[in-house]
């Protein structure tokens, strides 16, 4: 005959002690996680800086000088040193000039600043005396690099200046200066840099001109006792600049 089970019966006590040990755990586990959120409002952020400093922040220099060699001591003389500096170079002059004579200069031009530019220049005469029937008869060259040299005298009415040495003529063709087109200076500025282009010069860099300057050969009786003085300015700009 079959075994009979006979079903263990929960006492009251021993089913409310499960109840409670159920009750105890959720709250434990709700309590925990109560405090897992309470920990993630309340925790400490991991945080950094840096600093960017740069090196020294100075404004460059410009500075177009210019310069001449004294006949005298064979030294080239700056001046125009500094900011819109004027500069009247007495040595270039001919007094009691006569047809075909000619004068020679240096003119030094050099950047002592640190910027890089670029510069132009403008010949003009402070009077029209040396024009007669629309055309000047007071004519002018200038060769890159050239080394000025003068002979002749006054008295012998024989003076004459050359260019040298130099690597071009700025916007001529020709070491004549009665032939290849030279300037016909007056009292309209008129462009003296090669084809009306800027010049460049890097900080430190110096570049030599040969001026060569003088009555035309073919000056009438018409502009006898003549005279002026003759002006090139310089305008010297940034790299960029318009």
Known sequence: MPETVTPTRRTPLRT???????????????????LGFAAVGTSAYWAD?????????????????LGGRDPATGQVVWSAVGLNE???YSVMQLDNVSPGESVAMELHIRNVGSTPLTFTGVGTSTTNSFWSGGEGFLVAKTMLGGVASNTGTREAVNRTGTCTGGTMWWGENTATLWTGNPHQLSTTPRVVTPGNAPVALAPNQEIQVCIL???DLDAPNSIQSASTTVQVALEAKQIGAP
């Not at 800086?49 to 000088?65: E, P, S, V, Y």
């Open 86 to 88: 004027n500069w009247n």
């Open 49 to 65: 800086n840096a600093t960017f400093t740069t090196g020294t922040i100075a404004a460059g220099r410009l500075d177009l000088q």
């Open 213 to 215: 300057a003088g009555l």
């Open 16 to 34: 409310a002690w499960r109840w409670l040990a159920s009750v105890q755990v959720r709250l434990l586990l709700s309590l925990g996680l109560v």
